[in-house]
């Protein structure tokens, strides 16, 4: 009788039909049944622990085959070394193999495990943590000399059930082991006995006051120390498709209203660069944009420039420019009074697309040209035009840069690097380019509509910003009379590391940046209770963002139902660079009315998330943003770069 390896690579050469090694694998699982459910030997018996090497070379077996299944490939060719991506497994090949390993190991992996578990050996790694720490097996010995494991009901002749029984029969030896039983001889050495099964039982009830634990040990921190930390929002200004101002952006999001538009001529002709067929070049499924207004128009003389040099300014110049000023006018703050102090200017920005224009015209200004579209020239601006000496800088991580800009802002005060900051991004796209670049990746919703966390959610939609805050010690801002709008209690930023692809986000890092910057802030999940997500309304961006939030609030809390999930990409679109800033503006103004905007587009949940049993919901409608007596409104904001850079913020009412 051939063995299960040489079953299974004869299916994979064609060799043998699926039918024909379905009856073999049933032989060879009956000859094994009689073996695998007998009782195991008395307890007495000091028995051997297994290489736990052993089962994770049978659990790699088993998804190479599976892979092998899905994507046609020989089980020779798949390295399992390579990341899933490497091997050529895309977002609806990954949900497949997931699904047929759930029913193989009669597991409930997320479907979206492979991109932290990325490799065929990580994955393994996991699946084997899965079963012998969480896969419900309790009161083993009985279930095998009953012959009812439970893991053979949904392919109980399956391929791997054998693995199955194998995997509980060495997981019971090895707990066996663990705790050296031997009968007891004594009265004593019974009563010893007794006690180490207690405390092996009672370690579940620690488990459950772990969670208390930690909530008890964050009311015990030096929250004075913290309190140095903590940053004012003292000004804010902004421009967003159909808002020209703060004010008029928070009645759109007030209202429901989808700012997206269909691409008007005076941008670019649409009618050029669209095709509904995906592999036609140079093409864009979407016609669908969140457009500023008016973003040619700009006064030069005011910033005293010349005519001749704003002509040669990337647009995203002039109009962080403008809001920069408008900012630190809402703040309350002159040029006179800003001139020579230590204010830093950090913005999320990149190499803008007016080159590509001016390369077509007759400018012959070159000087002009160079630091026209320089991505570094543009906090420069402000600083040069005000006299600014803090650190001014440009920063890009795509589409977590201006949160990230946040950040270092705030950690440019802590520090003593400046004692005020102006941060925030911009992103115009004045050329097809981006649009089409977007929709040749797969990025792209043919529909032109964002629909964050929804089951009909098929890609972004992309939109254009400008947002700029002003920040300053909230020590300094209490002392100084400031308005204050907020207060960034805590932020965090990291990277993805090794993923299943470069651009492929990780709930891991996403989970550990989340608990990373709650304890540095002293913050407990339970008083956030706004979360504005990073939301772009794609299949599976969405689901991992989830995972990630539900993993890091669940390490300090069980409470239900008590969290809104936003985005406002579902109203403006993605605007990349600024995306960060729009969600902090948003979260401002929402604690400024005290009202939480409803989620666009939102009709059923995305199937790949679970919000059951979670601390979130979905808000459909506008709702006050209501808090227990003596809480104050908290709001956490995500930003999750292509890059692999995350960022996470949270922001408190003052």
């Known amino acids: 009788m051939l063995s299960q390896d040489e079953i299974l690579k004869s299916v994979a050469n064609r060799t043998m039909s699926k039918l024909e090694a379905l009856e073999q694998l049933k032989c060879l699982n009956d000859s094994t049944q009689k073996v695998e459910t007998t009782k195991p030997d008395s307890l007495s018996a000091k028995r051997e622990i297994p290489q736990l090497s052993s089962h994770i070379e049978e659990l790699e077996k088993m998804i190479i085959y599976v892979i092998g299944e899905i994507l046609h490939l020989d089980i020779e060719d798949i390295d399992t070394e390579l990341s899933f991506k490497e091997l050529g497994v895309d977002s609806i090949s990954g949900l497949e193999i997931v699904r047929d390993i759930n029913k193989i190991v009669d597991l409930n992996l997320d479907a979206v495990v492979l991109y932290d578990y990325s490799t065929v050996d990580d994955l393994a790694q996991h699946i084997c943590e899965k079963i012998k720490t969480g896969n419900g097996l309790t009161e083993k010995e009985e279930l095998i000399e009953e012959g009812k494991t439970g893991l053979d009901a949904i392919h109980k002749d399956g391929h791997y059930a054998q693995l199955r029984k194998q995997f509980i029969k060495e997981e019971i030896k090895y707990e066996h082991e663990s705790y050296k039983v031997e009968e007891p001889r004594t009265e004593k050495e019974k009563i010893k006995i007794v006690d180490v099964k207690k405390k092996e ?11 208390q634990v930690v909530k008890e040990s964050i009311s015990h921190k030096n929250t ?176 977590s840069s201006s949160l990230v800009a946040i950040h270092e802002a705030c950690q440019s005060i802590y520090t003593g690097d400046c004692e005020m900051a102006l941060a925030g991004g911009v992103r115009l796209m004045i050329t097809p380019d981006l649009h089409v670049q977007t929709s040749k990746a797969g990025m792209m919703s043919p529909t032109g509509r964002c629909r964050p966390f929804d089951q009909q959610a098929d890609g972004i939609v992309l939109g254009e910003a400008v947002g700029v805050i002003v920040l300053k010690a909230l020590n300094q801002a209490l002392e100084d009379g400031d308005h204050i709008y907020g207060i960034v209690k805590s932020s965090g930023v990291s990277q993805d590391g090794k993923t299943n692809g470069i651009t492929a986000p990780s709930a891991r890092s996403q989970t550990n940046l989340e608990l990373e910057v709650y304890e540095k802030g002293d913050i407990n999940p339970e008083d956030i209770t706004l979360v504005e997500a990073h939301g772009t309304g794609t299949k599976l961006g969405d689901p991992i963002e989830v995972k990630a939030l539900k993993e890091a609030f669940g390490k300090y809390t069980d409470k239900r139902c008590y969290c809104a999930l936003g985005s406002v990409k579902s109203n403006i679109g993605h605007t990349t660079m600024a995306a960060g800033i729009s969600s902090v503006i948003k979260v401002l103004l929402a604690l400024k009315y005290k009202q939480i905007p409803p989620l666009v587009h939102f009709k059923n949940l995305n199937n790949h998330i679970n919000l059951e049993d979670s601390p979130f919901y979905i808000n459909t409608e506008l709702e006050n943003w209501d808090v227990p007596d003596g809480k104050l409104r908290m709001a956490a904001i995500s930003s999750f770069g292509f890059s692999g850079t995350n960022c996470h913020i949270v922001i408190e009412e003052a």
């Open 201 to 211: 039982l009672s370690s579940n009830q620690e488990e459950f006051k772990s969670k």
């Open 224 to 399: 004075r120390e913290n309190n140095k930390k903590k940053i004012a929002i003292i000004g804010m200004s902004g421009r967003w498709p159909n808002a020209r101002n703060a004010e008029e952006y928070w009645q759109n999001m007030k209202a429901g209203k989808d700012c997206i538009v269909e691409i008007p001529k005076q941008r670019w002709d649409i009618d050029k660069y669209y095709d509904d067929n995906p592999s036609v070049a140079n093409k864009a499924q979407s016609k669908c944009f969140g457009m500023l207004d008016a973003v040619e128009e700009f006064d030069p003389l005011f910033f005293n420039i010349s005519p001749i040099e704003a002509e040669t300014m990337d647009p995203q110049q002039r109009v962080f420019l403008e809001e920069a000023w408008r900012a630190l006018e809402d703040a309350g703050y002159s040029d006179k009074v800003m001139s020579k102090k230590k204010c830093g200017v950090f913005v999320g920005s990149t190499m803008g697309e007016y080159q590509k224009l001016i390369e077509k015209s007759d400018v012959t200004n070159e000087m002009d040209v160079f630091s026209g579209v320089s991505p570094s020239i543009l906090p420069a601006r402000i600083s040069y035009f005000m006299n600014l000496l803090g650190p001014s800088m440009a920063i890009d991580t795509a589409c």
